[in-house]
């Protein structure tokens, strides 16, 4: 049996911020359904919320710091979960990433330098836990330094590096390699430096044995200087083991015909149903309950990635159509108010809630008849995927994972009954204004309509084939 170590800084429904956690909290369980023994490894975070019991099971010193090592499972799987117990870096009131005032933690570096070198040793089997790995699977900068420990030692497990988002790499003033004790090894341009800082994110890119991400369009776009960061040349060189895979989905937990947050389920045969959730949303959020007007959604980090400008700067007109528009969300200040202003000068068409709220993010999808993603970039993206199942029919920017998970409507995928959802490729108000247009031309027809969800709600966007390409790629390295 293949035995992999899942490293992440965030698992759901442990805890979650952003599509990392829904990766990490539903891979793995696919992953253990094929066979393999997975185990998961996280911070213990003082916001993290589970109703498993967690035991204590060891202590180790790294760089002259306790960590205790705690075990607990993922909720209603029997997938183990190791946590990482070090009070004064994650005992806290806050994220995982930012204080309860919004501010990145000042000593990151520290925090996930101690969260991968606690990885390395229990890869090393190290970790008086009695199981050493043969692949050890990290996520993101936070978990970069994995692969780079681990290339210095003898013996070690295969490494794999899943870039979720290359926008984020954990950049640091270079000095603080002293602190953290880094082998001078890996101290140069062609190692974690880059342009004179210590970099996280290249521990994986450099060191690892393999690198994936999130979908094939993705993988391509970081190879530009578009969408690489300066990285482009590094992983352009590295293409050979740089691949990429789409995510897959919970398709128990985002589920229509299932979802316990639901006004009432639907499926493909009972599809009138979903108007019941759109009354209860616009009941909800406060818009007047009206069946023939199209709602429109958008549930979201507010940052520039998701395109947010261009929405703001699309409302003006859009909000003169007959439409309304429910948007959750939570992120850049500036961003936030203005939304909040738009729903205030327009209240019988725009609701706006600002903050995280995982049961609204589910009546929003059962309830809202579009989704709108015009991300500047997008390494896969989720909500374009539950969308999908819930036959809420999304206008995406074709970029990255959106490009290869929404089929353009046009006569010909109308026809053939591949179209799912609406597509742009300008990062313009333009552009997006012109596709929510199509989009409601096409929405004047109910019966064409119904047949652009039904198509989108038959895709299989499980693990199923996803996770039996992760294990291929175990199995080759
Ligand atoms: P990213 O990881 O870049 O934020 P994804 O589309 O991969 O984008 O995943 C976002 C996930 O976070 C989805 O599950 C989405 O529903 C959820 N999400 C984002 N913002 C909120 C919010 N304010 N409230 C609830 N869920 C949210
Ligand atoms: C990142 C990306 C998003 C992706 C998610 C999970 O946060 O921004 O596109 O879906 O990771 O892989």
Redesign the pocket.
């Known amino acids: 049996m293949k035995k992999v170590l899942f490293a992440s800084s965030e698992i759901h429904p442990l805890i979650?911020t952003?599509?990392?956690a829904?990766v990490c909290g539903s891979l793995p369980p696919a992953l253990q359904t094929l066979g393999v023994d997975v185990r998961l490894i996280m911070p213990n975070y003082q916001a993290l919320k589970t109703t498993e019991e967690i035991y204590y099971k060891s202590t180790i010193q790294v760089n002259n710091i306790d960590a205790h090592i705690l075990e607990t499972r993922l909720p209603e799987t029997d997938v183990v979960v190791w946590l990482v117990h070090c009070p004064q870096f994650f005992d806290l009131p806050g994220n995982p990433y930012v204080d309860e005032k919004g501010n990145a933690w000042l000593n990151n570096a520290e925090r996930f330098a101690l969260f991968s070198r606690v990885v390395v040793e229990i890869a090393m089997n190290r970790g008086y836990l009695d199981w050493m790995p043969d692949v050890v699977h990290c996520n993101d900068w936070q978990t970069g330094l994995v692969p780079a420990l681990l290339s210095l030692e003898k013996d070690r497990p295969k490494t794999v590096f899943t870039i979720?988002?290359l926008a984020y790499q954990g950049l640091f003033p270079k000095q603080i390699r002293l602190e953290l004790n880094l082998p001078a090894a890996l101290w140069h341009v062609n190692g974690l430096e880059f342009n004179g800082f210590l970099s996280f994110i290249k521990g994986g890119l450099v060191y690892a044995d393999q690198i994936t991400t999130v979908s094939q369009t993705y993988a391509a776009e970081i190879q530009t200087a578009e969408f690489g960061y300066g990285l482009e040349g590094l992983l352009s060189y590295r293409q050979a083991q740089l691949c990429g895979i789409l995510?897959g989905i919970d398709t128990d937990y985002w589920n229509p015909a299932t979802d316990p947050v639901i006004t009432a389920h639907y499926d493909q045969l009972t599809l009138p149903n979903k108007s019941l959730n759109k009354a209860a949303l616009q009941g909800q959020v406060g818009l007047p309950v009206l069946k023939q007007v199209p709602v429109f959604a958008l549930?979201?980090?507010l940052v520039e990635?998701?395109g947010i400008d261009l929405i703001l700067e699309c409302l003006p007109e859009m909000l003169l159509l007959p439409v309304q528009f429910v948007l959750?969300?939570?992120g850049d200040k500036i961003f936030q108010q203005k939304l909040l202003d738009f729903a205030v000068l327009y209240p019988e068409k725009m609701a706006v809630t600002i903050?995280?709220?995982?049961d609204?993010?589910h009546q929003i999808e059962a309830g809202a008849d579009i989704f709108l993603m015009p991300s500047r970039f997008?390494?896969?993206?989720?909500?374009q995927l539950?969308s999908q199942q819930y036959g809420t029919v999304p206008i995406v920017r074709k970029t990255g994972g959106l490009a290869d998970s929404v089929c353009d409507t046009l006569p010909e995928t109308l026809k053939n009954n591949t179209a799912t959802g609406f597509s742009f490729n300008e990062a313009t108000p333009g552009a997006l204004m012109e596709a929510i247009k199509r989009s409601l031309i096409v929405f004047s027809d109910s019966v064409v309509w119904a047949q652009l969800q039904i198509n989108g709600m038959q895709i299989d966007y499980s693990w199923r084939k996803s996770a039996g390409d992760y294990l291929a790629l175990y199995d080759k390295i």
């Open positions: 979650k952003g599509g990392l829904d979720h988002n995510n549930i979201s980090r990635q998701k959750l969300g939570s903050g995280y709220n995982e609204l993010a997008e390494p896969c993206g989720l909500n539950y």
